[in-house]
């Protein structure tokens, strides 16, 4: 077994280039989707959570309570633009691209040359039920912000077998 294997730390690939988070606090290319938590441009109390499915790109944009999102009637909403535009910059155009099995015209995939390629073949609305989780794992994420730096082991990450002992 590798020692890679036997860390308990998962290998964290850095940004593609810096982002803000203030519009997009979480985006993640995971469960078959490209999916994540948009602020709201209109309510500082609002997010939305936009999810664009990998090669059917049905999309659902819902608020975190789960009311429908206006603007995502027959098509991409700013704010699944917006999660686009920000996964290219966290993960890199390619990479994005590679997991949702867009084919781009031209050469060089751009987060605008993704969503053309994908509005481009009418996708329909996606199932809005995965927000819930994706919301629940943006909390998650919150939740380990607020705990303070500490080299000793979180309660809830003991299942992780240790790699060496802290002094």
Known sequence: MSDWERSSTARVIPPARPRKLAKVPFVELADG????????????????VSSVGAGTYAYACSTNNNRPCGGARG???????????EAVLQYGAERVARYLRVETV?????AQSLTMSMIGTRPPPGDSTAAAPVFSRFLRHLAY???????GPLPEMQWFPPTRAVA
């Open 33 to 48: 989707r490209l999916q994540g938590v948009v602020s709201s441009g209109s309510d500082i109390e609002r997010v939305y």
């Open 75 to 85: 098509g991409f909403c700013n704010h699944i633009r917006t999660l686009v535009n």
């Open 106 to 110: 031209d050469g060089e995939p751009s």
């Open 145 to 151: 912000l607020e705990l303070a730096a500490t080299t």
